[in-house]
């Protein structure tokens, strides 16, 4: 047992003993099964002791404005545990008192109204699982496909079941008028996240929700409510939800004109880039990892499109000259994500993994040099190419 | 005749889209307490008025810290500068170079700076600090008076510098 793993557990059998758990608190590796009652019921879970997935917090100047990541390597199956949802926050997490907090809406309605959150859990609810992810997510790689691990490079998407209110029966209950056409949607936080949205994807499946995984949303994922946007960019799913203005044009707010742009080689940028494109990548074995030596490996990841479902993602052991199917795991529901599983038997040589995922509109997931070729370096979001983890002889899982 | 018009309520109601009768009505007191955006065409700008040269009191006190004495960034990335750089190697998006739109800067500044106090500043400060970083980027004089007529006609350099979303452009079809 390494020393840091030895010190956690000699911490960790103090806290079981305190807990009247394991009276005689040894070092030894053997498993004892308890001999006394473990711990009474308790009103709120927590997960073992012995666990510690976190998300890497990195050293800001400014912590209230940055990201973590979710640990993807570290979390099985297709919900993402609302504690590990990824982060990104531009002013801060605001603590907003439910009771008090309200959402309005207006602009070009026949009846601006104003909900409170017992309103909306009046009104017909709906549940549907979604992935979010950033469109800043994998944006390191435009430049050079560096990012060491699966989580700095893929981290910025999580998928939650998100419980809420249809937007359309909010728009039906205040009479969106013909000449709505867009509508923008403003955060509590205190920097007044605000996105402009087309009125068909509100009238489509757009959520105002309220919980996430079965409970309340976390506030870092804008409790008590937040507009999500399914299989769309996670800017626009606007946490902390205070207002939807009804619009005949986009209002071109800062984070729709300065910043989710995206810059082409010709220096024009395509603006409202609103659809995350189909993408996977293998958590294992990944960046970071260590095959343990040649033989059966199971080879793991996930796939997204905000297209619709995963219809496919195929496997190459070979670095790209060829490719096998994997097994997707059923449920394989549209714009959240897909698990996917590939049995490979390693020969113990120097070669490199990939992953390409296909969706249901027949979208292929590009290479690293199609995107490139297509929109050049300096788009900065939506990159969606194919990553490359290269298998050492030594069994070392390193960026290709 | 009582019954007739409920039924004929009801029906509009309907025909309405109101379905649940959830929610109450907002007052136009509280939408436009909320309402602050600013959209291209400046509908919602307030009264008041700034220059440049008015701007650089409060810029140096509340801005300079974070974006520079010029605007050329500091601890954030710069607001003025760029200029010619979109298309090369190393773009340099500030508001001079990149922004489409001269209303977005009232609109962000009014709600969301300065960071460590956002909504400090008052509508005639607010025109006074967007007077300036047009001036840094040599879109504006330093004289020429920022108010709710003339902000939304400033054109800036990058305005038709953005295209439609036009993917897929990758990802082949699948046979």
Redesign the interface.
């Given at each position: 047992m390494p020393n840091n793993q030895r010190r956690q557990f000699l911490q960790i059998s103090g806290i079981a003993a305190l807990a009247g758990c394991s009276p005689q608190g040894t070092t030894t590796e053997e498993e004892k099964l308890p001999s006394a009652l473990g711990k009474p019921i308790r009103a709120y879970g927590e997960r073992s002791p012995f666990e510690t997935v976190k998300r890497a917090v990195p050293d800001l100047?400014r912590p209230q404005i940055g990201s973590t990541r979710t640990p993807l390597t570290e979390t099985e199956g297709i919900i993402t545990p609302s504690s590990l949802h990824f982060e990104r926050h531009h002013?801060g997490v605001p603590e907003l008192d439910p009771a008090k907090h309200t959402l309005?809406?207006?602009g070009l309605v026949?009846?601006?109204?104003?909900?409170?959150l017992a309103?909306l859990k009046?009104?017909?609810s709906a549940s549907h699982i979604y992935f979010v992810e950033c469109a800043g997510n994998s944006g390191g790689e435009w430049k050079a496909p560096g990012g060491p691990n699966a989580a700095a490079s893929f981290g910025l998407a999580s998928c939650s079941e998100w419980t809420g209110v249809p937007l359309r029966?909010?728009?039906?209950?205040a009479?969106?008028k013909r000449e709505g056409k867009w509508l923008?949607a403003?955060g509590a936080d205190?920097?007044?996240m605000?996105r402009s949205l087309p009125i068909e994807k509100a009238l489509d499946d757009c959520l105002v929700a309220y919980a996430q995984n079965g409970e309340a949303i976390r506030p870092e994922q804008g409790y008590p409510l937040r507009l999500v946007v399914p299989g769309y960019e996670g800017n626009v799913n606007v946490k902390w939800l205070?207002?939807i203005?009804i619009?005949d044009?986009?209002?071109?707010?800062?984070d729709e004109?300065?910043k989710y742009?995206d810059?082409?080689?010709?220096?024009?940028?395509?603006?409202?880039?609103?659809?995350m494109?189909?993408k996977s990548v293998i958590t294992y074995p990944s960046g970071g990892q260590k095959l343990s030596g040649p033989g059966f490996q199971e080879v793991r990841g996930l796939a997204w499109s905000g297209r619709g479902a995963i219809d496919?993602v195929d496997i190459s052991t070979d670095g790209g000259k060829t490719w096998e199917k994997a097994a997707l795991q059923e449920p394989r529901l549209p714009k959240a994500f897909t698990r996917f599983r590939f049995p490979w038997n390693w020969d113990g040589k120097e070669t490199e993994l990939v992953a390409r995922a296909?969706d249901s509109s027949?979208?292929?997931?590009?290479t690293r040099e199609?995107?490139t070729a297509?929109?050049g370096?300096?788009s900065a979001y939506h990159y969606n190419g194919v990553k490359v983890w290269k298998i050492g002889a030594d069994g070392s899982v390193k960026n290709g | 005749m009582g019954k007739l018009l409920m039924a004929l309520i009801l029906t509009i109601c309907v025909m309405?889209?109101?379905?649940?009768?959830?929610?109450?009505?907002?007052t136009p007191e509280?939408?436009k307490a909320?309402?602050?955006?600013?959209?291209?065409e400046g509908t919602g700008l307030p009264p008041g008025k700034g220059t440049a040269a008015d701007g650089r009191d409060i810029y140096s006190r509340r801005c300079a810290r974070c974006h520079g004495a010029q605007g050329q960034g500091d601890?954030e990335g710069p607001l003025a500068g760029g200029k010619g750089t979109?298309?090369t190697?190393k773009?340099l998006?500030t508001?001079g170079s990149?922004?489409?739109?001269a209303?977005?800067i009232y609109?962000?500044v009014h709600?969301?700076m300065p960071?460590d106090n956002?909504g400090l500043l008052d509508a005639n400060q607010t025109y006074a600090v967007t007077a300036l970083i047009l001036h840094l980027n040599g879109i504006i004089g330093d004289k020429d008076e920022m108010n709710a007529q003339t902000l939304p006609k400033v054109k800036m350099p990058n305005r038709d510098?953005?295209?439609?979303?036009?993917?897929?452009?990758?990802?082949?079809?699948?046979k």
């Open positions: 100047k002013a309005l809406l207006h026949d009846r601006p109204l104003v909900f409170t309103d009046r009104l017909p029966i909010l728009l039906a209950e009479g969106l923008v403003e205190v920097c007044k605000s205070r207002q203005k619009v044009q986009p209002n071109q707010t800062k004109t300065s742009t810059l082409l080689a010709d220096g024009t940028s395509r603006q409202f880039t609103f659809l494109d189909a496919r296909v027949g979208y292929m997931q590009p199609e995107l297509a929109r370096m300096n | 309405n889209g109101q379905k649940y009768h959830v929610g109450r009505a907002a509280e939408i909320a309402d602050q955006f600013i959209p291209p601890e979109l298309n190697a773009p998006k508001v990149f922004w489409p739109y209303t977005t609109d962000y709600r969301a960071f956002p510098g953005f295209v439609k979303d036009n993917r897929p452009d990758t990802g082949k079809k699948k």
